[in-house]
């Protein structure tokens, strides 16, 4: 795991090529100030500007810069012209002889100066600290707080830097957004050497930049797990929604050796929701955010492991070893392993949505986006829980909210409590028997032409926002050939591996399949990737449990 930076000081710089002065100046700043401040000192004009960039990248504040006014290559008001593009919120100080009192004048109107302070200042006590302290006071005074995150960098409408942003939401990773056509999202380009024809630019806490990053890349620099530590484990769950964590939380604290592979984030379709109201135990609710990080803290408490960003490909028996395949070529073998894949949201095949994903087309509730929704019309396409869900959390700040269902009522997918807080709230209206034809618009999202399923009419509507929740299919297509599924790709398991009371035909032991375990003995399978799931978050945590429970049962026999 990445080290967490360590907390950052404000700086107070200080710039002279005469490096008998420069070290004098960093000496009294340092004696009277180097409790509070981080000193730091250069001896040109380019390296001030370097390690203002750094600074920039890493996330530190600069409070007050004193330059010396004459400086080789670059003098003290050009360099501070520059440093006014990287810290406009900095307080400048020119450092003068009496002969150069005039530029120091001419200056107040260039670079904006603070103040000019002439050489030389002893006693400091008397001309240098309070001329300081008033300018550290003035500066605190401003709206220049630390930000010790991960910054981003983007295009509002680009679809990568909508991702990063989901990712970094999603594994709960701090991160600060910067739109590229604004002035600190340009400075930061500035810092970091781009041009900006290549985006998201990520910049982590530990100022390392990253561009277009993949997400093991990011996974990596953000301080997530992407490695094993061990090459065997007891069990391997692949899939970290709430079948996936119920594993991991029940398979570690009973001692087993336990692993969490998670291609994206944890907490599957559940994490994306804004708001669960009928789990158990949580009479007010609770969002799925909240609820996987205290589940992903509580496997993590008990020794399980939680790999993210790592894509598994192949699954195989190799003697009693269960061996797991990822994307890049390496694997982790386990006595056993839970397939807690979830599932992924259906693709809306009308024209114009594959282009405008992430650019106003979202599948599922997509948090990062919910905030900009403040006052516009938002349209949810889909009739269950999860679109019940997202439209009474959207509610709360959009114009408008419009369920767009293709059957003739919500009754059919819709849980009855979310029927009713739909029915009560004032701005959301369900347009029945209703599909979406086509979505039109250049950089992002602008019209949807909506079809009447039953006159076949079509009618063209503004919409900068749409959300689609339309069924889900399995992320099982990796395991054709190895495990047994059915026809739209859900898992069998036990029962649904005997249904005339024998095992499959392959079955190589004496005794018939565990109740959800697979056609692969010591592979189990929890959650909504099961055939004839409930497709519930309290059923898939039960399954996950229960697959503990059978992998004891498992272990103890092989």
Same mark, same amino acid.
């Given at each position: 795991?990445?080290?967490?930076?360590?907390?950052?000081? @404000?700086?107070?710089?200080?710039?002279? /090529?005469?490096?008998?002065?420069?070290?004098?100046?960093?000496?009294?700043?340092?004696?009277?100030?180097?409790?509070?401040?981080?000193?730091?000192?250069?001896?040109?004009?380019?390296?001030?500007?370097?390690?203002?960039?750094?600074?920039?990248?890493?996330?530190?504040?600069?409070?007050?810069?004193?330059?010396?006014?004459?400086?080789?290559?670059?003098?003290?008001?050009?360099?501070?012209?520059?440093?006014?593009?990287?810290?406009?919120?900095?307080?400048?100080?020119?450092?003068?002889?009496?002969?150069?009192?005039?530029?120091?004048?001419?200056?107040?109107?260039?670079?904006?100066?603070?103040?000019?302070?002439?050489?030389?200042?002893?006693?400091?006590?008397?001309?240098?600290?309070?001329?300081?302290?008033?300018?550290?006071?003035?500066?605190?005074?401003?709206?220049? $707080?630390?930000?010790?995150?991960?910054?981003?960098?983007?295009?509002?409408?680009?679809?990568?830097?909508?991702?990063?942003?989901?990712?970094? =939401?999603?594994?709960?990773?701090?991160?600060?957004?910067?739109? !590229?056509?604004?002035?600190?999202? $340009?400075?930061?380009?500035?810092?970091?050497?781009?041009?900006?024809?290549?985006?998201?630019?990520?910049?982590?806490?530990? !100022?390392?930049?990253?561009?277009?990053?993949?997400?093991?890349?990011?996974?990596?620099?953000?301080?997530?797990?992407?490695?094993?530590?061990?090459?065997?484990?007891?069990?391997?769950?692949?899939?970290?929604?709430?079948?996936?964590?119920?594993?991991?939380?029940?398979?570690?604290?009973?001692?087993? $050796?336990?692993?969490?592979?998670?291609?994206?984030?944890?907490?599957?379709?559940?994490?994306?929701?804004?708001?669960?109201?009928?789990?158990?135990?949580?009479?007010?609710?609770?969002?799925?955010?909240?609820?996987?990080?205290?589940?992903?803290?509580?496997?993590?408490?008990?020794?399980?492991?939680?790999?993210? =960003?790592?894509?598994?490909?192949?699954?195989?028996?190799?003697?009693?070893?269960?061996?797991?395949? &990822?994307?890049?070529?390496?694997?982790?073998?386990?006595?056993?392993?839970?397939?807690? @894949?979830?599932?992924?949201?259906?693709?809306?095949?009308?024209?114009? !949505?594959?282009?405008?994903?992430?650019?106003?087309?979202?599948?599922?509730?997509?948090?990062?986006?919910?905030?900009? !929704?403040?006052?516009?019309?938002?349209?949810?396409?889909?009739?269950?829980?999860?679109?019940?869900?997202?439209?009474?959390?959207?509610?709360?700040?959009?114009?408008?909210?419009?369920?767009?269902?293709?059957?003739?009522?919500?009754?059919?997918?819709?849980?009855?409590?979310?029927?009713?807080?739909?029915?009560?709230?004032?701005?959301?209206?369900?347009?029945?028997?209703?599909?979406?034809?086509? =979505?039109?618009?250049?950089?992002?999202?602008?019209?949807?032409?909506?079809?009447?399923?039953?006159?076949?009419?079509?009618?063209?509507?503004?919409?900068?926002?749409? &959300?689609?929740?339309?069924?889900?299919?399995?992320?099982?297509?990796?395991?054709?050939?190895?495990?047994?599924?059915?026809?739209?790709? &859900?898992?069998?398991?036990?029962?649904?591996?005997?249904? /005339?009371?024998?095992?499959?035909?392959?079955?190589?032991? /004496? $005794?018939?399949?565990?109740?959800?375990?697979?056609?692969?003995?010591?592979?189990?399978?929890?959650?909504?990737?099961?055939?004839?799931?409930?497709?519930?978050? =309290?059923?898939?945590?039960?399954?996950?449990?229960?697959?503990?429970?059978?992998?004891?049962?498992?272990?103890?026999?092989?």
């Amino acid at each position: 795991m990445t080290q967490a930076a360590e907390p950052a000081r @404000t700086v107070i710089l200080t710039v002279d /090529d005469d490096p008998g002065v420069s070290r004098a100046v960093a000496r009294d700043l340092r004696r009277h100030y180097g409790a509070g401040y981080r000193i730091v000192r250069a001896e040109s004009g380019e390296s001030a500007l370097e390690a203002l960039r750094e600074l920039k990248l890493r996330g530190d504040l600069v409070a007050v810069i004193l330059a010396d006014y004459r400086m080789p290559q670059m003098n003290g008001i050009e360099f501070l012209e520059q440093a006014l593009n990287v810290y406009p919120g900095a307080r400048r100080v020119l450092l003068t002889a009496y002969a150069d009192t005039n530029a120091a004048i001419d200056a107040i109107n260039v670079v904006d100066l603070d103040h000019y302070l002439l050489k030389p200042w002893d006693p400091p006590e008397e001309k240098l600290y309070p001329v300081v302290d008033d300018l550290l006071a003035a500066w605190r005074s401003s709206d220049y $707080r630390p930000v010790p995150a991960t910054k981003v960098v983007g295009h509002r409408w680009s679809a990568r830097s909508s991702q990063v942003r989901e990712f970094l =939401a999603r594994n709960q990773v701090p991160y600060r957004w910067y739109s !590229c056509d604004e002035p600190e999202g $340009r400075r930061l380009l500035e810092a970091a050497g781009a041009d900006g024809q290549r985006l998201p630019l990520v910049v982590t806490p530990q !100022c390392t930049v990253l561009i277009e990053p993949a997400p093991a890349d990011l996974a990596a620099h953000v301080g997530l797990a992407t490695t094993p530590s061990a090459d065997f484990y007891d069990v391997v769950v692949i899939g970290g929604g709430p079948a996936g964590l119920g594993a991991a939380v029940y398979g570690a604290s009973e001692g087993l $050796r336990t692993v969490l592979v998670e291609r994206s984030a944890t907490g599957g379709q559940a994490g994306q929701s804004s708001r669960i109201e009928n789990y158990l135990g949580f009479p007010d609710g609770v969002s799925g955010a909240q609820l996987t990080e205290r589940a992903r803290r509580q496997a993590g408490r008990f020794g399980a492991e939680i790999l993210t =960003a790592r894509e598994v490909t192949g699954l195989e028996a190799v003697g009693p070893a269960r061996v797991v395949r &990822f994307s890049d070529g390496s694997s982790v073998a386990a006595h056993s392993v839970i397939l807690a @894949t979830g599932v992924s949201y259906r693709q809306l095949m009308a024209p114009g !949505c594959e282009d405008l994903t992430g650019r106003g087309v979202y599948y599922g509730s997509s948090l990062t986006e919910a905030a900009s !929704c403040q006052g516009h019309d938002v349209y949810i396409v889909g009739g269950a829980n999860s679109a019940g869900q997202a439209a009474m959390y959207l509610s709360r700040g959009a114009k408008s909210v419009t369920l767009l269902v293709r059957g003739p009522s919500l009754a059919a997918s819709m849980s009855y409590y979310l029927i009713q807080q739909i029915e009560e709230a004032p701005n959301i209206s369900v347009r029945t028997r209703t599909a979406v034809e086509a =979505a039109y618009g250049e950089e992002h999202l602008e019209r949807l032409s909506l079809r009447d399923v039953d006159s076949g009419g079509t009618e063209l509507v503004d919409a900068q926002w749409m &959300f689609v929740f339309i069924g889900a299919a399995p992320l099982t297509d990796w395991l054709d050939g190895t495990v047994l599924r059915d026809d739209r790709g &859900f898992i069998l398991a036990a029962p649904d591996l005997t249904p /005339d009371g024998r095992p499959p035909a392959d079955w190589p032991l /004496d $005794r018939p399949p565990y109740h959800l375990e697979t056609n692969i003995p010591g592979v189990f399978v929890a959650g909504d990737a099961r055939a004839q799931s409930a497709k519930r978050v =309290a059923s898939a945590v039960g399954e996950g449990a229960m697959a503990v429970m059978l992998v004891h049962r498992y272990l103890e026999q092989s």
